[in-house]
Each structure stands twice: as structure tokens, then as C-alpha cells.
Nanobody, 117 residues
Framework: QVLLVESGGGLVQAGGSLRLSCAASGSIFSINAMYWYRQAPGKQRELVAV???????NYADSVKGRFTISRDNAKNTVYLQMNSLKPEDTAVYYC???????????WGQGTQVTVSS
């Protein structure tokens, strides 16, 4: 069974930085894009960043210029470098791997990020 294991969350002051990681615990084939989502209390889950298999990235407007998504295909790992954090970035962050040819996607269990003012 494949699991996505996230790490790197925690408590940080506003203006600080965190780096999230999400690694597959088993063998995954045909990985396509990798994503980071977040969900704040009382709000819907929102897309934060995505990186395609070709390395093209896209970001939510709220994090552009502050967050950077990257991936290591050899390690089946995606990262999210978060700089200049704001209290409104507080949320549970989830990673997702999509796969080719309609194969099931995988989700991580979530990691809490809390930014204090």
C-alpha cells in the first residue's frame, strides 16, 4: 500500500519560513502532477501550488512570490518552501499526486502549519 507522508509543519512567527516535504512510502508508477492544498478552519480546501511532470509550476495568487514548489522525481517527493509566512497561511497542508491514464490519485494525511502574529 502506498502512503504519502508529509513532514515539516509546525508553529512559526509571522515573517518566518517553513519547508514542507511529502514523500511516497512505497512504489508509485506513472506520477503526473504533484500538488499542495491547504484547508483552514471553517474554510474549503484550496489549491496552493502545483508542479507538472515537466516542471511547470503554478501558484495561488495569495502565495505567489512567497512559496516555491519543487519535486525530486527520483525520490517521489514534492516540497513546498514557504517564506514570509503570514497568519492567514495557517492551515492544514495536504499533498496530492495525480497519475496518468486515470489511475487513482494519492493524498497525504495533512500537516499543520500555524503562523502566529
Amino acid at each position: 500500500q502506498v502512503l504519502l507522508v508529509e513532514s515539516g509543519g509546525g508553529l512559526v512567527q509571522a515573517g518566518g519560513s517553513l519547508r514542507l516535504s511529502c514523500a511516497a512510502s512505497g512504489s508509485i508508477f506513472s506520477i503526473n502532477a504533484m500538488y499542495w492544498y491547504r484547508q483552514a478552519p471553517g474554510k474549503q480546501r484550496e489549491l496552493v501550488a502545483v508542479i507538472t511532470s515537466g516542471g511547470i509550476t503554478n501558484y495561488a495568487d495569495s502565495v505567489k512570490g512567497r512559496f516555491t514548489i519543487s519535486r525530486d522525481n527520483a525520490k517521489n517527493t514534492v516540497y513546498l518552501q514557504m517564506n514570509s509566512l503570514k497568519p492567514e497561511d495557517t492551515a492544514v497542508y495536504y499533498c496530492k499526486f495525480s497519475r496518468l491514464n486515470g489511475a487513482p490519485e494519492y493524498w497525504g494525511q495533512g500537516t499543520q502549519v500555524t503562523v502566529s502574529s
